[in-house]
């Protein structure tokens, strides 16, 4: 689920970069998201300066660089809350996120439900798609039985 660097990060629209620079940028997005890269070392590694590179990314991505990297951040995070049982809170800090807070209004923005939604609707797409397999339904069966 994670976006493809030839995409737009919001309306999937297919980008081209026509400047070889912005489609490194890309790609050494892609490959390390989750890794602290600073607008500043990326301006620097391509002898930019970091208005230059927001200037071309933004004019060719159609979005800023900041921007495209939450989402990729987002996008890896919804994927990790949808398929593991990985503690929501662990999942924002692997994902790059220190403040919960900002985690969880850029979540509700972008996908447009809160991190536990998500999870909880995951959880029953699982259980409808195969009701009789995983502990979610050994686990509704055992409350049952108790009552």
Same mark, same amino acid.
């Given at each position: 689920?994670?976006?493809?660097?030839?995409?737009?990060?919001?309306?999937?629209?297919?980008?081209?970069?026509?400047?070889?620079?912005?489609? =490194?940028?890309?790609?050494?997005?892609?490959?390390?998201?989750?890794?602290?890269?600073?607008?500043?070392?990326?301006?620097?590694?391509?002898?930019?300066?970091?208005? =230059?590179?927001?200037?071309?990314? =933004?004019?060719?991505?159609?979005?800023?660089?900041?921007?495209?990297?939450?989402?990729?951040?987002?996008?890896?995070? =919804?994927?990790?809350?949808?398929?593991?049982?990985?503690?929501?809170?662990?999942?924002?800090?692997?994902?790059?996120?220190?403040?919960?807070?900002?985690?969880?209004?850029?979540?509700?923005?972008?996908?447009?439900?809160?991190?536990?939604?998500?999870?909880?609707?995951?959880?029953?797409?699982?259980?409808?798609?195969?009701?009789?397999?995983?502990?979610?339904?050994?686990?509704?069966?055992?409350?049952?039985?108790?009552?």
């Amino acid at each position: 689920m994670t976006p493809d660097p030839s995409k737009n990060g919001s309306a999937g629209v297919p980008v081209a970069p026509a400047d070889p620079r912005i489609r =490194r940028v890309l790609v050494a997005l892609h490959n390390k998201y989750l890794s602290p890269l600073s607008p500043e070392q990326i301006a620097s590694s391509l002898n930019l300066s970091q208005s =230059r590179l927001a200037h071309l990314f =933004r004019q060719q991505v159609g979005t800023s660089l900041t921007r495209y990297v939450r989402r990729l951040r987002l996008a890896e995070a =919804r994927k990790l809350i949808e398929t593991t049982t990985e503690r929501i809170q662990q999942i924002e800090v692997r994902c790059g996120f220190n403040h919960s807070g900002r985690f969880a209004s850029d979540f509700k923005r972008e996908f447009g439900m809160s991190p536990s939604e998500c999870r909880a609707r995951a959880v029953a797409d699982r259980a409808l798609a195969d009701p009789l397999s995983g502990s979610d339904f050994r686990m509704q069966t055992a409350k049952s039985v108790q009552r």
